[in-house]
């Protein structure tokens, strides 16, 4: 379903308005002074001040990520807010009136392990999935993005190692790819044994799904890339996608490499 001219009310929608923006490595917390990728996320919202919502759960709700998030988005253009698991006084009273009543969701980086269990321990997972379904848009990166498909790879607590996410989206994920040694190598490895067949980004490129289907790629620095990979007939094949990138309509020249405040 979908939100209304009013809010609080919805109408049925076809899957194409579930909405989801993954993001390779990227965004206020990485890009400085790059909002190219943000920017895109508010732009799939149908409300010209639309309600953002951050979740900084997969960094234990740190104080100094929230304030980034709300220098970036701040009160001129959006309503943004947060919600804090791990801290009583900056929760919601709550969860899925607040979460059902955004137009985007955004989700930091961070353990993406810890940030599952703590979801399904308070039941978030199934809320966000009800979000996406009303047409609620979904973003985030690094372990923002891993969290969306069935299956990832993650390099937060140490060596690369497969996990299991929401499967809202039916692929797999890599992220950081090709700027973070070890990612390339353990997702191919795990494409070999068995994992399902999806897609690996680089920091500065971001995937845009409508319902399951991959919409476009595109990138806030025009170095940044994005494959599609899966094991084929004995072999891991990558076929590299198109990446649109935002800045070239503005003018914009590339900017520096990304670099992670907490990688996934």
């Keep these: 379903m979908a939100r209304a001219a009013g809010r609080g009310e919805y109408l ?11 993001f390779g490595g990227g965004g206020f917390s990485m890009e400085s002074g790059n909002p190219l990728l943000d920017e895109y996320a508010l732009s799939l919202c149908r ?30 253009r959006c309503e ?8 009583r006084e900056q929760g919601a009273a709550d969860l899925a009136e ?39 848009v979904l973003c985030g990166l690094s372990a923002g993005s891993l969290c969306w498909y069935s299956e990832a790879v993650t390099g937060f607590h140490g060596e690369p190692r497969s996990v299991r996410g929401m499967a809202l989206l039916p692929w797999s994920n890599c992220v950081h790819y090709g ?19 999806g897609y690996a980004v680089s920091d ?3 995937l845009h799904f409508a319902g399951t289907r991959l919409e476009r790629a595109v990138a806030s620095r025009s170095e940044a890339v994005a494959f ?10 990558e076929s590299e996608l198109h990446v649109e990138y935002l800045g070239a309509s503005a003018g914009r020249e590339s900017s520096p490499a990304a670099r992670p405040l907490i990688s996934a």
Excluded at 12 to 22: A, L
């Design 98 to 136: 607040h979460l059902l009543s955004q137009d985007l969701i955004y989700v930091g980086g961070g353990s993406v392990i810890s940030m599952l269990g703590a979801w399904r321990a308070h039941g978030v997972d199934r809320i966000l999935a009800e979000a996406w379904r009303r047409g609620v």
């Design 47 to 76: 409300h010209p001040r639309p309600r953002v919502c951050f979740l900084p759960t997969a960094s234990g709700d740190a104080d100094h990520y929230i304030v980034r998030f709300y220098r970036a988005f701040d009160a001129a």
């Design 80 to 87: 943004p807010s947060h919600l804090s698991l791990f801290r």
């Design 179 to 197: 700027n973070e040694g070890g990612r390339r190598e353990a997702y191919h490895s795990a494409l070999k044994e068995g994992m399902c067949p």
């Design 204 to 206: 500065g490129a971001a």
């Design 228 to 237: 599609s990979v899966g094991w084929h007939r004995g072999e891991v094949r």
């Design 12 to 22: 049925p929608v076809t899957s194409e308005r579930r909405q989801i923006v993954t």
